[in-house]
């Protein structure tokens, strides 16, 4: 009579050559898959990624370090409106601007003492690159960590001059520009 249960293969030859083709497909097609991941990526040409920029000041005192990081990514083969889209917008300073020491030059050139600080056109194309490469699928988490090279200093003297204050020439002589 025959049996409802059939016995399970012996483990010597034939249940390990069986096993071992069916891990070989399972391991190929998956390959095969991961390996069609990337040609899937490439073939979608056509999302655009957008990209909010935000800064603080008025658009004209911001437009400069907006372009920079626009003209970082071009570098890196973005085209804005194809690629990628910056949508543009802007807040006016809600706060006056006091005569004292900032780090950012803009503060300076609008009636600020001194400033001393990063370079922030040189950090808006670096941005640009880590925008990239987020873009590319690089995880922000595994990115370095990149501090400024760049530093400027900016000194007022029409600021001085109104506040009374004497600026001593060996700072001026270190000053990378100085408002007259």
């Known amino acids: 009579m025959p049996s409802l249960v059939t016995p399970s293969p012996p ?25 069609a991941v990337p040609l899937t990526a490439k073939a979608q040409t056509g999302k655009v990624w957008r990209i909010g920029y935000l800064d603080q000041g008025s658009a004209a005192r911001n437009r400069p370090y907006l372009e920079a990081f626009q003209q970082g990514l071009r570098d890196l083969g973005w085209v804005e409106g194809k690629s990628i889209a910056i949508p543009k917008s802007s ?23 001194m400033a ?8 808006n194309r670096v941005g640009a690159s880590f925008v990239d490469k987020i873009l590319r699928g690089a995880k922000p988490a595994d990115l ?26 060996s700072l001026l002589l270190r000053a990378d520009e100085v408002i007259r």
Not at 146 to 162: H, R
Request: net charge positive; hydrophobic share 40%.
């Open 11 to 35: 483990r010597g030859g034939e249940g390990r050559v069986r096993g071992l083709s069916t891990r070989r497909a399972f391991l190929s097609t998956v390959s095969l898959g991961l390996f």
């Open 91 to 113: 807040r006016a300073p809600s706060r006056r601007w006091l005569p004292a020491m900032y780090g950012i030059r803009e503060y300076a050139e609008a009636g600020g003492l």
């Open 116 to 123: 001393y600080g990063a370079n922030l056109r040189d950090m």
């Open 144 to 169: 370095p960590v990149e501090q400024p090279t760049k530093f400027e200093l900016l000194i007022n003297l029409k600021t001085a001059k109104a506040l009374g204050l004497a600026i001593p020439q």
